[in-house]
């Protein structure tokens, strides 16, 4: 699976963008929250990905953290509810409020966002309740685009499970940490029991 793209903003629309990647254009259909967060066409970016492949074609979609990607594939395990669907409910509510909506069964919320009836408002509460609440309450997970977030994702990527890392981000911030490579660095020394 390709977890993310680095490159050189081309072009975008409200749907897509294209991003340079040695020399290759890559297009990917992204959330309005994702488009919205894009630098300058001609600046680099960084986007996560979902690659999906099908009988006709592969399709490749963008985000703007590995939390919206992840809010992606959990809608996406719904059933009734395809990548379409699942981008048009992330372009229609910001992630958090989503979330929140999800986790406390907000129907009214759901039904507002087109194309998301009452019946599938239901099966996105039902089936994502208990998943939500166990990733981003129990397990925790720091706003995107924090520094918090950032460290999380740092340590992710060295390996930590998510539990362990965001535990260890917690502390971090609880020392009076505000830098990200003095957070990175109090973090590691607590996953290593506070050696040096």
Request: hydrophobic share 45%.
């Given at each position: 699976?390709?977890?993310?793209?680095?490159?050189?903003?081309?072009?975008?629309d409200?749907?897509?963008l294209?991003?340079?990647v040695?020399?290759?254009?890559?297009q990917?259909?992204?959330?309005?929250h994702?488009?919205?967060?894009?630098?300058?066409?001609?600046?680099k970016?960084?986007?996560?990905?979902?690659l999906?492949?099908?009988?006709?074609?592969?399709?490749?979609?963008?985000f703007?953290?590995p939390?919206?990607?992840?809010?992606?594939?959990?809608?996406?395990?719904?059933s009734?509810i395809?990548?379409?669907?699942?981008?048009?409910?992330?372009?229609?509510?910001?992630?958090?409020?989503?979330?929140?909506a999800?986790?406390n069964?907000?129907?009214?919320?759901?039904t507002?966002?087109?194309?998301?009836?009452?019946k599938?408002?239901q099966?996105?509460?039902?089936?994502?309740h208990?998943?939500?609440?166990?990733?981003?309450?129990e397990?925790?997970?720091?706003?995107?685009?924090?520094?918090?977030?950032?460290?999380?994702?740092a340590?992710?990527?060295?390996?930590?499970s998510?539990?362990?890392?965001?535990?260890?981000?917690?502390?971090?911030?609880?020392?009076?940490?505000?830098?990200?490579?003095?957070?990175?660095?109090?973090?590691?020394?607590?996953?290593?029991?506070?050696?040096?």
């Open positions: 699976m390709i977890s993310f793209l680095e490159g050189i903003l081309v072009a975008f409200a749907e897509n294209i991003l340079e040695g020399g290759i254009g890559w990917l259909q992204a959330s309005r994702t488009i919205e967060k894009l630098p300058r066409v001609g600046e970016v960084k986007i996560h990905t979902f999906l492949v099908r009988e006709d074609a592969l399709v490749l979609y963008g703007h953290s939390d919206e990607r992840a809010l992606f594939l959990e809608l996406r395990s719904v009734g395809g990548p379409k669907v699942a981008l048009n409910i992330l372009s229609a509510v910001p992630e958090q409020t989503l979330r929140g999800i986790a069964g907000d129907l009214a919320l759901l507002k966002i087109p194309g998301v009836g009452k599938t408002a099966r996105i509460a039902l089936e994502l208990g998943k939500l609440v166990q990733n981003n309450t397990i925790g997970s720091p706003p995107s685009g924090t520094r918090a977030a950032d460290v999380l994702e340590l992710l990527n060295l390996g930590y998510r539990p362990e890392a965001f535990a260890a981000v917690e502390q971090a911030a609880a020392c009076g940490e505000t830098d990200t490579s003095a957070m990175v660095k109090k973090a590691l020394q607590v996953l290593s029991g506070g050696r040096r």
